[in-house]
């Protein structure tokens, strides 16, 4: 049972246009968001966050939304680099038994075009 | 000056082997990760340790076996490698909010 969902595993722009990233989750208990971002043979590196007490943060090029009532959150990125190519993971945490548990999306790569 | 280092960065040994897989971090973090990259690029925790206890264990088969001699470490150990176990594995480390992680170790068993 996948509680956090990426539908487009892959997803290509154009430099400078806008890229938007989409995230969907089943489980209300996640009250903490992340978005990560990896390159071939590397870990992810945290990108940005939000809290459930929020809809909205930004960060530079970088802006996440959460929509709650649809549990929905997007990553947006404007303008898009080549640079920003990678593979995005979206992640869900949740304060459960006293801890923080994170769960992870399946990951969209974004190919930027020059 | 790397937060969180594993090692190997590849590990490619035979069925019905043990390794393991070392991870150090220098951030100070309290809560460390075990996750695997499936093939189909699943990244699914494994374990979670905070200051050296078991808090998190995802049904991993009983091969595997973590270790944390300290706060700063977090061990990973599988017995008897079967080809299923072919995956990239991280470590990470958090305090609370977002997790650092490792570089990955590509383990391949044939």
């Known amino acids: 049972d996948q509680q956090v969902k990426q539908n487009s595993p892959s997803l290509s722009v154009q430099e400078g246009r806008i890229s938007i990233l989409n995230c969907d989750y089943t489980?209300?208990?996640?009250?903490?968001f992340l978005w990560y971002k990896k390159y071939p043979a590397e870990g992810p590196t945290f990108l940005i966050s939000?809290?459930?007490?929020?809809d909205k943060n930004e960060d530079g090029r970088f802006t996440v939304f959460l929509n709650k009532s649809a549990k929905h959150l997007s990553l947006h990125i404007v303008p898009s680099q080549p640079g920003d190519s990678a593979v995005y993971f979206c992640?869900?945490?949740?304060?459960?038994?006293?801890?923080?548990?994170?769960?992870f999306g399946t990951g969209t790569k974004l190919q930027v075009i020059p | 000056d790397t937060a969180v280092s594993q090692t190997p960065k590849y590990l490619v040994t035979q069925m019905g082997n043990d390794k393991s897989i070392k991870c150090e971090q220098n951030?100070?973090?309290?809560?460390m990760y075990w996750y695997k990259q499936d093939s189909k690029k699943f990244l699914k925790i494994m374990f979670s340790?905070?200051?050296?206890?078991?808090?998190i264990n995802e049904t991993v088969p009983n091969r595997f076996s973590p270790k944390s001699p300290d706060k700063a470490h977090l061990n990973l150990h599988i017995n008897s490698l079967e080809l299923g176990d072919s995956a990239v594995y991280f470590c990470?480390?958090?305090?609370?909010?977002?997790?650092?992680f490792g570089q990955g170790t590509r383990l391949t068993v044939v």
């Open positions: 340790y905070n200051n050296k206890e078991l808090i």
């Open positions: 489980n209300s208990m996640f009250d903490y």
């Open positions: 992640a869900a945490s949740a304060y459960s038994g006293g801890y923080q548990k994170v769960t």
């Open positions: 951030l100070g973090h309290d809560t």
């Open positions: 939000i809290s459930s007490i929020k």
């Open positions: 990470a480390s958090s305090r609370g909010g977002e997790a650092f």
